[in-house]
C-alpha cells in the first residue's frame, strides 16, 4: 500500500505544472516554521494573562469563571442553548442516576437545531435574540416545559468580557454576523429581555460560555483528563484549564483553583506574526472578507475561509495553468462559491470511501465547470495543501496549550492530556483528525506532553447544560 501511494504521488507529482509545484511550496509550512508558530503563541498565551497584555499579544486569554468541572455527582433536568456560526440549538439535558453502579450519571439528551438566516445575521441584536426565544419557546412547548422554571446554560460563540459566570459583555461579532449593535451590551440581559417579550417561558439563564470552554465541559464529562476544548468549524478558536495564580484579572483564592481561559486564538496572528506565511490567496480572502486585516488565523484555519481560499486559487490555475481549459464559470468566479464542505469532501480519503471519483466532478460541476481527469487530480491536490496547512497551525496551536498545561505541571513526566474538539472541518474532513493529532504529537514530543483527542459531538450546547448543572 505505501509503495503504491508513494508511486501516485510520484505520478502526479510528475505530471505537476509549474505553478502547481510553486504553490505547494507556499503553502507548506515547514515543523520548524511550526515550532516557531507554537513557540509564539506559547509566549502569547503568558502576555495574554497578564493585565499589561495590550500592546504583547492580540490574543483574549478570557477568563470564563467556569473554575469547577462536571465530577458525576449532577442530577436534574437542564436547558442548553448553543448558538454557533451557522445553527442555534436548543437541548434538554436530564441527568439521572447511574444504572449497574456506573459512576456516571445517566445523560438523555433532546435537541432540536434551526438555521441562523441571512436576515438574522446581518439584523439587529433584539431580532437575533427573540429567534433564540421564540426557538427556546417552540422547544419548551414540544417537549411539555411549559411552565417549569428550569436552568439554562447558554453557548453564545463570540467573545466577551466576564467577571462572573451569568454575565458577558460582547467584545466583538465574529464569523458571518454583521449586527449593528451588541457590543458592549450584556449578553444574558439581553436574552432575559428576549425571554421577558416572548412572555411564554420561566427559566433563568445561570451561565454564559464560549463554544470552546462548552466543548472542555463535555470533554470532562467523557474524560476526566480532558484540559483542552477546540472548536474547528466556521470559526475556530481554543480553551484550556488554567491556574487562576497565572490569571492576574482575578483574584487567586488558593493555590490550586483552576479556571476555563477563552483564548480565542482567532486573534493570534493580527500582531503579523504569521505575516510571512501568507499567499496571495489569503490576502485576497482578506481583503474581500467584512473584516480585513482580523482574524488571520481563522482565516487561514476554519470552515468560513477554506473553500474560499480554494476558490481562488483554482481561479488563479485557471488563468496562469490552463486548469479547466483556462475556463472560469461564472459560478465559480462568485466569491464564497465553493464550499468548504466540498473541501471535506474532495479529498481522496472521502472519494476512497465513497467509492467514486464521480465526487470530484459532480462538486465542480454544480460550480459550472467540467474538469478533465488532470483537471481532478489538481483540484484534489490543492483541497489537501488548503486543509493540510490548517490542521497544520492547528496543531501548533494545541501544542502551545500542551506546553503551558505542562508547565503547570512541572512534577510530572510524560504528562497525558485530552482535548475535547468540535466543529464542522473536524468533524467533517476526513483526514484533519488524523493530521491535526500526527502533527500535535510530533510538536509534543521534545516536551514531555502528549495530547489525546476525543471528538466531543455537539459538546459545546451539552458542556453549557452541564456548566447550568
Ligand atoms: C469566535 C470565537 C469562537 C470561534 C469558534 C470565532 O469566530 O470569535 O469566540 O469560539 O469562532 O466558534
Redo the contacts with the bound molecule.
Sequence with gaps: VVVIGICSIFIKMGSYQPYLQSLKELLHVTDAQLTTVSDRMLQDMTYGLQLSRKSKTQMEMLPSFVDSLPDGSERGAFIGLDL??TNLRVLLLTLSDPVDNGSKPVADIKSESFKVTKDLLEGTSAQLFDFIAEKMASFAHKNGLVGKKLPVGFTF???FDQDRINHAILK?W??AYHIKDGVGDDVVQMLHDAIARQGDLNCEVVAVC???VGTLVSGVAEDQNCQIGL?V?????AAYLEKVSNIESVESQGADRWMCV?M?W?YFADTGCLDQFLTEFDKQVDASSPMPGQ?IF?KMI?GMYMGEIVRSILCKLAKVDNLFAGNISETLATTDAFLSRYVSDITEEAIAEHGKTEVVTKILSSVGVTPSSEDVVIVQLVCEFVSTRAAHLCAAGVSAIARKIKANHPDENDLVITAGVD?SVYAGHPTFDTMLEDKTAQLCSAHGVKVQFIHAKDGSGKGAALIAA
Design positions: 454557533g456560526g460563540s463570540f467573545p466583538a465574529t464569523k464560549n463554544d470552546t472548536i468549524g466556521t470559526g475556530t478558536n477563552d480565542e482567532e482574524f481563522e476554519s466543529g
